[in-house]
């Protein structure tokens, strides 16, 4: 686990823009249930996170179409909840950082790390709005 004052500049570059954090194995659960599509972040603190992934996710949200719900779950902190967001992800293995895109609870959408890492941030949120473009 990592300390709560590392990861909190982590968290809130996501918080801040309207993400809600999923702690607990219910949070999660009650998440998937909502109806509409829904973005799920899995947060890390590795370098491809902080440069990639989560500035991508932010310039994502500047597209027209956006998801209805915006959660994301942090990888080494938040262990069961993250455990059980990857659970949804299934067949993709667990990577961190990691984006998935459900519709009704549906899966149809995921970027997972070996697509983020790399890979400047412009390129992440154009993977992710030409999502949001064709299920939201």
Do not use: W
């Amino acid at each position: 686990m990592y300390p709560a004052d590392l990861v909190k500049p982590m968290r809130e570059d996501l918080t801040s823009i309207g993400f809600e954090e999923l702690h607990t194995v219910e949070d999660v659960e009650a998440a998937m249930k909502k109806e509409g599509t829904t973005l799920v972040v899995v947060n890390s603190v590795c370098g491809c996170a902080a440069a990639n992934a989560r500035p991508g996710a932010r310039m994502s949200l500047q597209n027209a179409k956006t998801p209805d719900n915006l959660y994301t779950v942090f990888a080494g902190v938040d262990r069961e909840a993250t455990d059980v967001a990857r659970s949804f992800m299934v067949p993709f293995p667990p990577s961190s950082p990691s984006m998935a895109l459900f519709k009704d609870g549906e899966l149809v959408h995921m970027l997972e790390r070996h697509h983020i890492e790399g890979r400047p941030a412009e390129m992440i949120a154009e993977n992710l709005t030409g999502a949001y473009d064709e299920f939201c």
